[in-house]
């Protein structure tokens, strides 16, 4: 997994936050157009080729960061004229996520490749093992034939110097189900009727050329027209501050919210109805039943491994339920969720009570924009708190937790977890599937309650988070400690 600390993350949240200074200045069409000359001044160490090629990139950076999309870009168009557009836009527009062609590295296509550790030996095992014939010695080393290679890994696997080396397509191997091929000038495309929106190719492409359609600008212009706008924080964003929950809501009031919801409620509403659902599908003799709340793993059910669709729960997300919480308590009011997630923005989407959906990082980038700092923020006080399990929906392994913890015979529930989809997990999810649908036998210890996480580790570590899935596990553990027990619905 790239790490978090690099320069294309921190080129992202510099754009996130001086286009969000701009708009809140109210200096947008005069300002935004400046932005590429001022991240590449002249003189600067380009990237590209030149420091025109780098600004035009950042253009195209900036024209995301107004939710657009770029396959259709317009080069003659100035950037305050898709600012113009976005302001008079009524809601986010599909796809969710975008690629950046300039950006592209057209990287070669994935091969192994010998280095220069090999040593020639007389055991060969790379040769020997290699069922295509591929290998030969050239040179005093081993040398690949790319013609014959079928890309099987046996001789990285055997060498026993590990002179052999992958060279990936950073983008394509991390999409767990195929949605991004090379065009025929090698640039990569997204087939977005195959993604199920995890967000790993955004996370791992070392050039930022795949990059979330921001909503951050939709959201702070309502702001500004004072508009009753409701914050909707998921237990993944309390875990990325290093502030109480109450300092949390009470940033989240000072940068323009009118009010605030913590989803974690949301979590517990789930987690009440999966524990029932789970209760009935089981008297029913149903296999087994899948969590709901990853929209990545639903998505990926539907379009790619069907036969376990009818195991997804029913029930809605904690998404859902916090923005009925919120529609109830500030009627007529918009929505906002704030969580670590592309895939929510596509669930957003579907949801007529979710209205936006921003990232960790664009809400970080409000707080800098503001001169907010969330563990100064004048505390929210609140004498109604969610239970430790609702706030430990964002780890792995929190929501069967949940679901375990409210079942009157807990028992009967044989827990997986399918930490990550990556493809070892999606080759796990067919498994399931073909057990769901008489392919494969149902064993004794077969498990039938399965949750799944798209991202390892859960929540915590989403592709559009800020802090160290680590420290942000530790940060989870503390917001969790400081709430009630778990209580029957009826006591809540």
């Not at 969710?96 to 296509?109: G, L, Q």
């Not at 077969?446 to 859960?458: A, F, H």
Request: net charge neutral.
């Amino acid at each position: 997994m790239l790490n978090m600390n690099n320069n294309a993350h921190r080129l992202k949240r510099e754009i996130l936050v001086r286009l969000t200074k701009i708009q809140l200045e109210g200096k947008l069409n005069e300002a935004v157009d400046n932005i590429p000359k001022e991240l590449a001044p002249i003189g600067s160490a380009s990237i590209r080729c030149c420091i025109y090629h780098d600004r035009e990139i950042i253009r195209q950076r900036v024209i995301a960061r107004l939710g657009w999309s770029l396959e259709d870009y317009n080069d003659e168009k100035r950037i305050a004229e898709y600012a113009k557009e976005a302001f008079a836009r009524e809601k986010p527009i599909w796809p969710i996520h975008t690629v950046i062609d300039e950006a592209c590295n057209a990287c070669v296509r994935s091969h192994f490749m010998v280095t220069n550790a090999c040593q020639a030996c007389l055991a060969r095992p790379c040769m020997t093992n290699c069922g295509r014939k591929a290998i030969e010695i050239k040179d005093g080393r081993s040398w690949i034939d790319g013609s014959k290679c079928v890309s099987c890994g046996l001789c990285l696997q055997n060498c026993p110097y590990k002179a052999i080396i992958k060279i990936p397509v950073p983008c394509e191997e991390a999409c767990p189900v195929g949605a991004i091929t090379k065009n025929e000038n090698g640039k990569e495309r997204i087939d977005y009727h195959k993604c199920i929106s995890c967000g790993n190719c955004m996370r791992e492409c070392p050039f930022g050329a795949l990059v979330d359609k921001s909503q951050l600008f939709d959201v702070v212009k309502h702001i500004m027209a004072g508009k009753t706008i409701v914050a909707m924080y998921a237990p993944a964003a309390a875990a990325q501050f290093r502030a109480e929950s109450s300092q949390l809501e009470g940033a989240l009031l000072a940068s323009g919210f009118s009010g605030v919801v913590e989803v974690a409620f949301g979590a517990d509403i789930t987690a009440d109805r999966e524990a029932e659902e789970f209760g009935e599908r089981m008297k029913q003799g149903e296999k087994m039943m899948t969590t709901s709340c990853c929209p990545a793993y639903v998505r990926a059910v539907r379009l790619h491994v069907p036969q376990l669709a009818d195991c997804i729960s029913t029930t809605h997300t904690p998404m859902h339920y916090a923005a009925e919480i919120a529609k109830k308590e500030y009627p007529g009011c918009i929505t906002v969720f704030i969580g670590p997630c592309l895939a929510k923005r596509q669930e957003g989407m579907d949801d007529d009570l979710v209205d936006y959906v921003i990232s960790i990082e664009e809400i970080g980038a409000l707080f800098v924009a503001k001169g907010i700092e969330a563990a100064n923020a004048a505390p929210v006080q609140r004498e109604k708190l969610p239970t430790a399990s609702g706030r430990n929906f964002a780890k792995s392994g929190g929501v069967a937790q949940a679901v375990k913890e409210r079942l009157k015979d807990p028992s009967m529930l044989k827990e997986a977890v399918i930490d990550g989809l990556d493809k070892a997990g999606m080759k796990r999810l067919s498994e399931f599937g073909k057990i769901n649908a008489g392919e494969l036998d149902f064993a004794a210890d077969t498990p039938n309650l399965i949750e799944v996480m798209s991202c390892q580790g859960g929540c915590i570590s989403g592709p559009l988070v800020v802090t160290n899935p680590k420290v942000a596990l530790m940060q989870l553990g503390k917001y969790a400690e400081k709430v009630i027990p778990v209580l029957p619905p009826k006591d809540r």
